[in-house]
């Protein structure tokens, strides 16, 4: 006989699960309409995969997971999507919640299911995969995915797989039902388990209340090496770390996990689900639920399909809506109430409470703590309840996590064995959220302040980044400046008439007259060869009438007139070298013959005498005043609009104007 | 020299004295620059106190120029964001008189809030990622903006740029996921906990059976 140990504090509440295990596990059937909430599981909502109105099957994935710590969800029967929207969901808080809601087609057809009898061919973790996408969550009530708790870090051995078979809490009957009809499905579980895990020893915790189920374990797990261990009946043994201390003696590390004990812990529902995934390939779909409480008529299990809602469920077992005060998920000390009849069940449903209001009376105002100790004797987890209570009601956060809140398993012992009928649990559930809150804000803040920080830094910098560019312009300039400086007072003119100059002797020095000549020559060339393309093209145009034929004839003209004017420079050149043993040599250069002609013209200028200057001026006016009478006949003729016979005769008026200014001069310099 | 201070034990004892003053004072002034303190460790202490909003409303641009100011003497009343309980916390750590809020700030809001910009009607101005402290507010020129929910710290900063209007603040819904309980009422009797529910013993009809 293994020796077992105790842990501290527990209560001993009327246990009330006879009246569920009077007959065996019933089938609950097909519910006109299935709901499957997209969370089921502790950690990231499933993502939707199938459509409205998408035909599914049995077994068939509906939702994937997200993330590691995540399930998919499955078809529970064959029929159709009807709809993805939110309902309500078996949540104390009374949210709506996504799900996907499935409509039966009552063909119950399975999708193709690929078992692995022979699973030790497996390695450990293609096996996990398929845990993770049977979508298996512990089904004892907290839904953590099982995946993730087999998934052991490299490095830590396990001594210990703890199967567990408690089921302390009052009325829940789920998994005595299993151990007394699925024994052997339990203990092929288990071995799978102990496949995966490798652990010294493979052990299955069941309270001493449970005889039936304890001897059909033992004798299913004859000869497997997994031993049932038998202990006394208390509240609350099956709490995973409580169990961990009963059968190993070790005290699980206060925010530790059972592993860094060499422990890993899974729950007999869980186990099953994990037979019936890598044995026969079905994913989870239905589970064990114990319908109970004095409001049915006849209380018992169901192996109900996920997402059958409760209405259903509590019909087939006689539900007397009139006696029922309340309608409680789970147990009596952990359970809460569900906000309508019409939630769904769900991988974590392991009871459905229906009690008369004579059964499980509203509580007695809560009076004052009188500071007696009975909820330090029966915390389970070596709290101290009344003094965390304390702390609570004056919102002392701090003290709070110093005296271990976040220990608590809300078990809910404290609250029972309290003679004030002081809700502390509910303190305790308070508590926690709001730390868990402040925590939330105060990472946030944290977040923002990087981010505020991070910008006024880039803020700055840019501004530094400015007022550096600006300084390296600034010294740019000056220096430029004083470069310039020798050449200060001289004509802005004269001094980019240098530049230009400078400029032109460069290219000059760099290509000689031969270079020159090959370049009109290559001018010619090419724009011969662009000319016979255009015309290729243009011919092209005309034969398909296409509507560019215009705009490609003006091309054709253009590159004719270049090629022209290419062959005149060409020639223009020679000829001007065959002269090159002239004397005028500068002249290649056009800037500086330019000049040369404008300094000549005003020297000449600078040379007439005034007479002779007002001659020359005078014919340029008359000149000029011929030609914009021609100008305006020829508009006259032309019938151009108003506005330009004006302007010319305008114009005609002021040049006559001028000529007689003129002439005036001209007289007076020969006067003179 | 020994013997004329053995004759004037004064002498003696102010010699010791001076000789020990000047040590000391040279070791503390050692001290004070070797061991100097960057920055301002109050500051950075009330900065982490301040709910790190950066929405102004206590007139200085951002949570840390006025944890700078609180440092120097500034009133500890003018965060709003930050609630009675930011002001009880600092007033814990500078030990001061808790304050009320000077309302003159802005009010507590008691929900949370999120910017939105209504995107058909944003024309691109880029005029409210300017004003964004926290760098929330994602978008360019002539293109859509679009805040990031996660990193909004509901500062109201981006509503009065906007040219077209576009910005509201939603108050956050409560969610599944930010549902949490509330500390009970001790004289209601609607206690959802299932295990007070009973006076011990009282049900024991399983016992009795």
Not at chain 1, 130 to 143: K, N, S, T
Not at chain 1, 527 to 544: G, I, N, V, Y
Not at chain 2, 125 to 154: F, N, R, W, Y
Request: aromatic share 4%.
């Amino acid at each position: 006989m293994r020796k077992v140990f105790g842990f501290h504090g527990g209560i001993h509440p009327p246990e009330n699960k006879h009246q569920s295990v009077r007959t065996g596990i019933a089938d609950a059937g097909l519910p006109p309409e299935l709901i499957i909430p997209l969370s089921q599981h502790i950690g990231t909502p499933a993502g939707v995969v199938v459509a409205v109105g998408q035909h599914v099957l049995k077994g068939q994935v509906i939702a994937e997971a997200q993330g590691f710590v995540s399930v998919p969800k499955h078809a529970p029967t064959s029929g159709t999507i009807h709809a993805i929207e939110e309902r309500l969901i078996a949540h104390s808080s009374g949210h709506l919640a996504p799900c996907i809601v499935i409509v039966p087609d009552g063909k119950d057809e399975w999708i193709e299911c690929n078992g692995t009898p022979n699973y030790e061919t497996l390695d450990k973790p293609a096996i996990i995969e398929l845990i993770r996408h049977a979508g298996i969550a512990g089904m004892g009530g907290a839904g953590f995915p099982s995946s993730v708790k087999l998934s052991v870090k490299a490095g830590t051995t396990i001594q210990t797989l703890i199967i567990n078979g408690t089921e302390c809490e009052p009325y829940i009957t789920a998994d005595d039902a299993m151990m007394r009809e699925r024994a052997d499905q339990i203990i092929e579980g288990a071995k799978i388990l102990r496949y995966i895990i490798a652990p010294q020893e493979t052990l299955i915790g069941v309270e001493d209340n449970k005889p039936e189920g304890i001897a059909a374990l033992r004798a299913a797990a004859e000869g497997s090496g997994i031993e049932i261990v038998e202990f006394p009946t208390k509240y609350p043994s099956g709490g995973e770390k409580q169990l961990i201390e009963i059968l190993t003696g070790k005290q699980v590390p206060s925010g530790g996990l059972p592993s860094q004990v060499g422990v890993v812990c899974q729950n007999i529902g869980s186990t099953v689900a994990i037979y019936e995934a890598v044995v026969h390939g079905r994913p989870l779909i239905s589970r064990v639920t114990t319908v109970t409480g004095d409001a049915v008529r006849e209380p018992q299990n169901f192996q109900v399909l996920i997402g059958t809602p409760m209405r259903y469920l509590l019909a087939k077992a006689g539900y007397l809506p009139e006696k029922n005060s309340r309608l409680i998920m789970g147990g009596p000390m952990m359970g809460f109430t569900v906000p309508d009849i019409d939630v769904p069940i769900i991988k974590t449903t392991n009871c459905i409470l229906a009690p008369t209001e004579k059964e499980l009376p509203r509580p007695p105002p809560a009076q004052a703590c009188i500071r007696c100790g009975m909820c330090e004797q029966a915390c389970p987890a070596s709290l101290l309840p009344q003094q965390l209570f304390w702390f609570a009601q004056g919102k002392e956060f701090e003290k709070l996590e110093q005296h271990n809140l976040f220990d608590c398993i809300e078990c809910g012992a404290c609250s029972y064995a309290c003679p004030s009928n002081i809700p502390l649990v509910q303190y305790y559930r308070a508590s926690k959220a709001e730390i868990l809150q402040m925590r939330r804000d105060h990472e946030k803040a944290e977040a923002s302040r990087v981010r505020f920080e991070a910008r006024q830094q880039r803020i700055e910098q840019a501004g530094a980044d400015k007022e550096a560019k600006r300084a390296a312009r600034k010294k740019v300039a000056e220096q430029r400046a004083l470069a310039s400086g020798a050449g200060a007072g001289e004509d802005p003119i004269q001094a980019a008439i240098e530049r230009a100059q400078a400029k032109k002797a460069a290219q000059a020095g760099a290509g000689n007259d031969e270079s020159e000549l090959e370049k009109l020559e290559k001018t010619v060339v090419s724009a011969q060869k662009r000319l016979t393309t255009a015309s290729a093209k243009l011919e092209e145009a005309k034969a398909q009438n296409s509507e560019f034929v215009e705009a490609l004839q003006t091309g054709v003209d253009k590159t004719r007139e270049k090629l022209a004017a290419g062959e005149q420079a060409l020639a223009a050149y020679q000829a001007s070298n065959n002269h090159a043993s002239a004397p005028q040599a500068p002249v290649a250069d056009a800037a500086q013959a330019a000049i040369a002609r404008a300094m000549a013209a005003r020297q000449a200028e600078a040379a007439l005498s005034p007479a002779e200057k007002a001659r020359a001026d005078l014919t340029k006016l008359q000149q000029r005043l011929q030609k914009t009478h021609a100008t305006l006949i020829q508009s006259r003729d032309n019938a151009q609009e108003e506005k330009v016979i004006v302007a010319l005769e305008s114009t005609v008026a002021r040049l006559t104007d001028k000529i007689r200014s003129a002439e005036q001069q001209l007289q007076q310099a020969e006067n003179a | 020299m020994i013997d004329y201070l053995l004759q004037y034990p004064l002498l003696a004892a102010l010699t010791a004295l001076v000789g020990l003053a000047t040590a000391f004072g040279a070791l503390l002034g050692y001290a004070a620059v070797r061991f100097k303190t960057e920055g301002n460790p109050i500051a950075d202490e009330i900065n982490n106190i301040l709910p790190q909003t950066q929405c102004g409303q206590c007139g200085y641009p951002g949570c840390r120029p006025y944890a700078e100011a609180i440092a120097n003497g500034e009133a500890i009343n003018k965060c709003p964001p930050g609630g009675e309980a930011g002001i009880q916390a600092l007033a814990d750590l500078l030990d001061m008189e808790p304050t009320p809020l000077d309302s003159e700030h802005g009010d507590v809001k008691t929900v949370p809030s999120v910017a939105f910009i209504r995107e058909a009607e944003c024309i691109g101005c880029t005029k409210c990622i300017q004003a964004c402290p926290v760098d929330a507010i994602l978008g360019a020129a002539k293109q859509m903006h679009t805040v990031i929910t996660s990193e909004c710290t509901g500062c109201d900063l981006c509503v009065e740029p906007c040219p077209v209007d576009c910005i509201d603040m939603i108050p956050q819904q409560e969610s599944m996921q930010t549902w949490h309980w509330d500390l009970p009422n001790p004289v209601s009797r609607s206690v959802d906990l299932i295990a007070t529910d009973s006076v011990p013993g009282d049900v024991s009809q399983d016992r009795a059976a």
